[in-house]
């Protein structure tokens, strides 16, 4: 299918003009999973794949709707003022879909369209958000039917 390695790839550089530390650590869901809850380094990103939605193209075509979430953790630090970690958050939010939106993985891959976004969990330390993205791709990449059977040749030794 489609591998998400190169949108790892493509968030791991800070973006220019981008005011805050950039994240430390984009990663894929299982090397989230490695890290121990008190090691995390935060602010940090995780792409997680979701669910894909199939629909036929006809003969060895697929139309391919694949969905991901970028996750991303933030310190719950105190603040100066009310609502300063959401601004925090939005921030990195704001960065990553401008990276994201309308960028096309690779070849015959439909532009990255944002579905929104979930609070994940908060903490006294840390605050872990959700945003939803997916894009559409025509798969052709199934091999071919052999060709059909049409007489033994034998080579070799006998049997």
Do not use: C
Not at 38 to 49: G, Q, S, T
């Amino acid at each position: 299918m489609i591998s998400l390695t190169p949108l790892i790839q493509h968030l791991t550089p800070k973006p220019v003009g981008f005011a805050r530390l950039w994240f430390r650590r984009v990663d894929g869901a299982a090397e989230y999973a490695k890290i121990r809850p008190e090691a995390l380094p935060l602010p940090a990103a995780w792409v997680v794949r979701s669910a894909d939605k199939e629909t036929d193209a006809g003969e060895r075509a697929s139309n391919l709707t694949l969905g991901f979430d970028v996750v991303i953790a933030i310190e719950n630090a105190r603040s100066h003022y009310p609502g300063e970690t959401d601004d925090i958050m939005l921030a990195y939010r704001e960065a990553v879909r401008k990276l994201l939106q309308g960028w096309e993985l690779e070849p015959d891959v439909r532009p990255i369209k944002f579905k929104g976004g979930r609070v994940l969990d908060v903490t006294n330390k840390d605050l872990y958000w959700a945003d939803h993205y997916e894009f559409d791709a025509l798969i052709t990449n199934y091999l071919p039917d052999p060709v059909p059977f049409s007489e033994l040749v034998y080579t070799g030794a006998t049997l």
